[in-house]
């Protein structure tokens, strides 16, 4: 699809939903879900480190990896694929962003309707009562201690084979179900539930763009187009050509 006819669909559009994952935040330094297994954890499987299984294994393993990538965090900002998105939703009328990321860089950017499908990394709860516990010391005990019960801390993420949090999947069904346009950008959809939402929006006969460095993998089909770019290129290049008149600072 050219940029023009993508730029049409979102400039008549009253409800966009977005999905976004780990390619939106690769251009903030971020890896995505596959290169994050690299270096020390190349020779890990996702399952091995990203499941209730492999906490009760190893909970030292898998917490030390979830440091890791907290740390990385913390030192990311938002890039310009995060700040279309703000632009975005500062235009139509109603926006839902759904995000299979758990770095944060959605609220950090200033988009306000966000729904976290996999929960956020700089939040740790306990793993027995579940309460999200807001300090706790990075110390020789790995994983630290709840303060109340002494179960041990996780992050507070969804893993392989855990529900998603209360309401957030019906949410985004809804956004889907009811959108006029569907974006998803940088997700390789293999992720279930949330790769069925394009679909879904897409059953309900709303347009779907796919926005990524690779058509390889993705939906395809009559209704569904595809941006090929980083986002951080495409999404400002589609807001501009969307609003090409509007002189707001961005
Ligand atoms: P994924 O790693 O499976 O896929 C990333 C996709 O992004 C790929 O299709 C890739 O081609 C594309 N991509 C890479 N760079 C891009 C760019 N600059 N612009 C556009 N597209 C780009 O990620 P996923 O689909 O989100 O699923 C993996 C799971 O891992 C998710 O559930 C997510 O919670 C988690 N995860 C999150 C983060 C994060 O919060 N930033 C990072 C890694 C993994």
């Keep these: 699809m050219t940029m023009d006819a993508a730029a049409d ?3 008549v559009a009253n409800r966009v939903a977005v999905l976004t994952g780990a390619g939106i935040s690769a251009e903030s330094g971020i890896p995505t879900f596959r ?9 890990y499987d996702p399952e091995e480190l990203a499941t209730p299984a492999a906490f009760r294994r190893n909970p030292q393993l898998v917490w030390d990896w979830y440091a890791e990538r907290r740390a990385k965090v913390a030192e990311a900002r938002p ?3 995060h700040f279309a998105l703000v632009e975005i939703e500062r235009r139509v009328p109603e926006f839902t962003l759904l995000t299979q990321n758990v770095d944060g860089l959605h609220r950090e950017a200033g988009s306000r309707h966000v729904v976290e499908l996999h929960g956020n990394i700089r939040r740790v709860r306990c793993s027995d009562e579940g309460i999200v516990v807001e300090r706790w010391v990075e110390g020789e005990e790995r994983p630290p201690r709840c303060p109340r019960c002494s179960g041990f801390l996780r992050p507070d993420v ?6 998603l949090p209360e309401g957030a999947l019906e949410a985004a069904g809804r956004s889907a179900e009811e959108c006029d346009l569907f974006l998803s950008v940088g997700t390789s959809n293999l992720v279930v539930p949330a790769a069925s939402l394009p679909w879904q929006a897409h059953r309900h006969g709303a347009p779907v763009i796919v926005i990524n460095t690779t058509v390889e993998g993705q939906h395809s089909g009559p209704g569904i187009h595809h941006l090929v770019g980083k986002a951080g290129e495409v999404l400002p290049a589609l807001v501009r050509a969307a609003w090409p008149t509007d002189r707001t600072a961005w």
């Design 158 to 163: 969804v893993w392989f084979g855990e529900d």
């Design 79 to 81: 890039n310009q694929g």
């Design 9 to 11: 669909l979102l400039q």
């Design 35 to 43: 290169d994050a297994l690299s270096g020390l954890w190349a020779s």
